[in-house]
Structure formats: C-alpha cells, structure tokens
C-alpha cells in the first residue's frame, strides 16, 4: 500500500502544511488585532477632536449670543431713551419749563423809545420768535425720529459687526 519510506514524509508534509495553516492564521489575527487597534485609536482621535470643536462651537455660539442680546438690550434702550426724552421736551414745552425760539430778523424802523430796545449791557438783544406748540411737537418729532434713526443705524452696525448681516444676493 503506502511504502514505508513516504510515511515519514507525508506526515513531516502534514506537519508542515498544518505548522504553515496554523502560522498564517495566527499572523493574520495579529493582523487583523493591529488593524482593529488602529482603527479604534483613529475612531477615538476623531471623536476627541469633534468633541472639542463642537465645544468651541458651543463657547462661540453662547458668546456671540451674549453679545447679541447686549446689542439688542442696547438698540431697546435706546429707543426707549429716544421716546423718553421727546416726551420729555414736549412736556416741559407744554409746561412753560422749556420755551423754544428761532432767531428772526429785526425790524427796520424805529423803535418808539431807544432805551426799550437797549439790553442791561447796553447791547441789542437779538430778536426771537417763540415757536407755536403745533411748530415744537413737529420740530421735537423729527428730531426724535433722527435720533430712532441713528439707533438704529448703530444696531445694523452692531448687527453686521457680530457677523449677523449677510449678503447672500
């Protein structure tokens, strides 16, 4: 049947054949093992990294939030000041405790007496005209829209310079 002398042979080729199975399995577990290593590692690199940017993101975020809300606080209470101090001027206009006026041009004839004309210091006063209540409530309106107006010119720029205004047309 199987000569004597191929014994020893087939079963060293057995050995050998199993001895080589055997390594190569073994090799490519610690392949495989360092691969996993590897890969676990760059996957935790990677989710510290997300980690940290995500909690700068959140530390930008909550500042750029804290200073939107200042911006906003101010732009709210300038308005209020701008609608205090209008009401402000249009009482104590109302009240006789504030009397606005414009310069007019003096008359050209005389004045029935010289001495009624000439101020404590000997210099002519110059001649004004009290404004109407209708003339006041205009002039003190349009001057608290310009001032509604500059608040909000400084809100925009508030806006535009936390990065809030885009141009995306």
């Known amino acids: 049947m199987i000569n004597s002398k191929l014994v020893p042979a087939i ?3 057995l050995l050998l054949g199993l001895s080589h199975g055997l390594t190569y399995r073994s090799g ?10 590897k890969t676990t590692t760059s996957e935790r690199d990677n989710t510290a990294t997300i980690n940290d940017l ?15 809300l200042a911006a906003e606080t101010r732009y709210r209470e300038g308005l209020l000041n701008v609608q205090a101090e ?4 249009l009482s104590d206009a109302a009240a006789g405790r504030l009397r606005l006026s414009v310069p007019v041009k003096p008359a050209n004839c005389p004045a029935a007496s010289a001495a009624a004309n000439v101020a ?18 205009f002039l003190v309106g349009l001057a608290s829209e310009a001032d509604a107006v500059a608040v909000e010119l400084n809100r925009c ?7 809030l205004e885009r141009n995306d047309f």
């Open 86 to 89: 209008k009401n402000r001027i």
């Open 54 to 68: 995500q909690q700068q993101l959140r530390r930008k975020e909550s500042a750029a939030s804290s200073a939107l």
């Open 120 to 137: 404590e210091d000997g210099a002519d006063p110059a001649p004004r005209a009290e404004l109407s209540d209708s003339a006041t409530e």
């Open 157 to 163: 720029a508030d806006r535009k310079f936390l990065g």
């Open 11 to 13: 079963v060293v080729m």
């Open 28 to 37: 490519q577990r610690a392949e495989r093992q360092v691969w996993q290593l």
